[in-house]
């Protein structure tokens, strides 16, 4: 209640005071005009951790500093002294049992404030350093899964620059294949006609043997016919006569 009063005589009294702009934004920005052209791209200021300094827990410091060059030291509070007075006096402010339950409650809340609002204060930095320290792990995290997203994006792009080496491996590769291939054919080849050629070899030769011990066979067999019984006992006669003559001249020659 007492702020809104503050504040509606200081708008009232705002016009014909000089430097007006030197007044606290406290007391004058509802005399201002808001801006209606486009908005700045510029980055906005980060707003101030702690708050500007009160008097009497409402009226900002700028207004007493405003008023010290033109009413000195005691001009403030003279001037509020006498606005409370004049509004009591006029009864344009009337004293009902809500101003001593208003005065009762902002003064247990000042006190308040002032007691516990540091501990308080602290509880809740603390509390925000935690969710900010939350909050930052799960971003270096993002971070990490990112650049690690990235790394391997960027080796996989590395291993596709590098494909056409991978491409001559595997064409030379085919190359050898079909090279074994044809060269295991041409052995199968070889092998098969070295196995027809051995087999005609085999048989001409088998038929050559067959000959022979055939010829033979019927020459020996004419042989032994055409030998009569007197030219075989001579012929056996011949060969102990041969038999004999070779063992005198073997008993002739000295042992060496």
Known sequence: MLSRVVLSAAAAAAPSLKNAALLGPGVLQATRIFHTGQPSL??????????????FGLIPEEFFQF?????????????????ILYLLSKEIYVITPETFSAISTIGFLVYVVKKYGASVGEFADKLNEQKIAQLEEVKQASIKQIQDAIDMEK????LVQKRHYLFDVQRNNIAMALEVTYRERLHRVYREVK?????HISVQNMMRQKE??????WVEKHVVQSISAQQEKETIAKCIADLKLLAKKAQAQPVM
């Open 67 to 83: 008023l010290y060059p033109k009413t000195g030291v005691t001009g403030p509070y003279v001037l509020g002294t006498g606005l």
């Open 195 to 199: 196995n027809r050629l051995d087999y």
């Open 155 to 158: 080796s996989q792009q590395a």
């Open 42 to 55: 510029a980055p906005v200021p980060p707003l101030p951790e702690h708050g500007g300094k009160v008097r």
């Open 212 to 217: 022979q011990e055939h010829m033979i066979n």
